[in-house]
């Protein structure tokens, strides 16, 4: 088995309003600390799930929601392989949506970014499981 890039390329992340709003009203979704997992299968072939990052408007300004969002991206570049691995074995694409949301008054600081790269890791393992257990 070749090593897995650590990169995110444009086909595997998912774009659009309808794509993410599909996803999460459709989906099923995970929990871990602050941070939940919106994810769904569909029929259409394809080699690499498409992935999507959300942080909720509880985190004020945009320069602070991109900040989480680039912090999220990195932890799940790193961590990736937990999930490309099944894919191989099955026929079905499927979509994920992280989405990340704090109480208004939380600071932002490296214990916050800590807690995203455990709850990412910690969800991509539970769905590295759940998607194993598919035909």
């Known amino acids: 088995m070749k090593p897995v890039p650590h990169s995110l390329t444009k086909r595997e992340i998912l774009r659009g309003y309808q794509a993410f709003s599909h996803t999460i009203s459709s989906g099923r979704s995970l929990r871990k600390g602050s941070m939940r997992c919106f ?22 300004t945009a320069a602070a929601r991109n ?15 937990f999930l490309i691995e099944p894919t191989a074995k099955q026929a079905a694409r499927f979509d994920v949506v992280f989405l990340f949301s704090v109480p208004s008054n939380q600071v932002l600081d490296r214990q916050i970014r800590t807690s995203i790269d455990q709850a990412i890791s910690s969800l991509l393992k539970e769905l590295h499981q759940r998607f194993s257990e598919t035909p």
Do not use: C, D
């Open 39 to 60: 994810y769904r299968t569909h029929a259409e072939n394809g080699t690499l799930p498409r992935v999507g990052f959300a942080v909720s408007r509880n985190v004020r």
């Open 67 to 81: 900040r989480v969002r680039r912090w999220m991206r990195e932890s799940y570049r790193i961590r990736k392989e």
